[in-house]
């Protein structure tokens, strides 16, 4: 089975040199990992299972580039692995470097691995990474060198860390996704009903962003269907040209913004101005030399302005959806605790198209 997985691989890349690995294991109906370990003892080495061990020793290496995606989303970001932690319940983590910007939930995180393949513009023709994926086999996180970046520490780290059993790991089969039944109809519980104004009350009442997560449990309700409820009292729908419209407002006027891209096991964060964006195919990308954003625009099917009052003032967020109700990237004006929101995004994100209000 690997084999033949394996040259029918070989055969995607002979017609197609630069497809990309994810892209490849879609196309054959495998995950990435599955596909990833054909190569297995030839440029990849399974690593040991102690991951929050390896996120620790990060920093030494020095710079990196460090990539978190979704489907329809792809953040970025060099810089170094500084002021890693772990909480000691819910396996929580955090990396709160000024560039490097993490939220591990790594209960989420089943296997790693060191991936070394050509790459003509890498030290020696390789590009070296620190690769972690799911039970399903689909990418958490990933680790690139770059050119600044220590290799011997680099292969210390690969030399302390690799499994001593380098054996295929079983892939468990991802449910399959089923598209968000958005509308009124499919609310948990009816419009103006008490718990509808209820939920509202408390929406009202937040006064931190932290709050919002166990306000949608208290209430047992999803993200999509919250934003529904909420509508024209502390949600606007926008049309999906909105996040183009808005990365291209703030690269022209410098309005410094905060990028929110994350899966079931990281979140990643970039913090800053934006300089040069541009569109290649159906991706809208940021492409500056620290930060790289790239946007798949045709998986976007809802958008929303999203506003959550706090003790510094309203906060206001865009949230991207695809078609499951899941957040593909969220982008907030650049803050920090006990400062209020710039004037400046405001203003920008009031100048985006809205959609009207659908009648619940």
Excluded at 213 to 218: S, Y
Excluded at 268 to 277: E, L, N, P, S, Y
Aim: proline share 5%.
């Amino acid at each position: 089975m690997m084999s033949t997985m394996k040259d029918r691989w070989n055969a995607l890349l002979e017609g197609e040199p630069k497809l990309r690995i994810r892209n490849a294991a879609q196309r054959l109906g495998v995950s990435e990992l599955e596909l990833l370990q054909t190569d297995l003892g030839d440029g990849v080495v399974r690593l040991k299972d102690d991951f929050r061990a390896i996120l620790l020793e990060l920093h030494r290496i020095g710079e990196v580039m460090a990539l978190t995606r979704n489907e329809a989303c792809v953040h970025e970001k060099k810089g170094v692995y500084n002021n890693v932690e772990f909480m000691k319940m819910h396996g929580m983590g955090l990396v709160l470097d000024e560039a490097i910007d993490l939220r591990l939930f790594m209960n989420a995180w089943a296997h790693g691995y060191v991936v070394e393949v050509p790459f003509d513009g890498g030290i020696g023709g390789l590009r070296r990474s620190f690769q972690f994926f799911d039970k399903y086999g689909e990418a958490v996180h990933k680790v690139y060198m770059t050119r600044p970046s220590d290799l011997d520490v680099y292969a210390e780290l690969v030399e302390t860390f690799t499994h001593e059993k380098q054996v295929m790991v079983e892939v468990a089969e991802k449910p399959a996704v089923e598209p968000f039944d958005f509308g009124s109809e499919a609310w948990p519980f009816s419009p103006g009903s008490p718990e509808h104004l209820a939920f509202l009350s408390d929406w009202d009442a937040l006064q931190d962003t932290h709050d919002f997560f166990p306000m949608l449990r208290k209430h047992k309700v999803s993200r999509a269907h919250a934003l529904e409820m909420a509508e024209g009292r502390h949600t606007e729908r926008l049309d999906n040209q909105s996040a183009r419209l808005m990365l291209d407002a703030a690269a022209e006027s410098g309005v410094p913004i905060m990028a929110f891209v994350g899966n079931d096991g990281c979140i990643q964060i970039h913090t800053g101005a934006i300089k040069k964006v541009k569109e290649y195919g159906p991706w809208y990308n940021v492409l500056d030399p620290g930060f790289n954003l790239h946007l798949n625009e045709g998986a976007i099917c809802h958008s929303w302005v999203v506003r959550k009052p706090t003790e510094d003032g309203v906060v206001t967020a865009i949230e991207v959806l695809g078609d499951d109700g899941e957040i593909i990237v969220q982008f907030f004006g650049k803050r920090k605790p006990g400062i209020p929101e710039l004037p400046e995004w405001q203003d920008l994100v009031a100048a985006l198209p809205r959609l009207e209000a659908v009648e619940a």
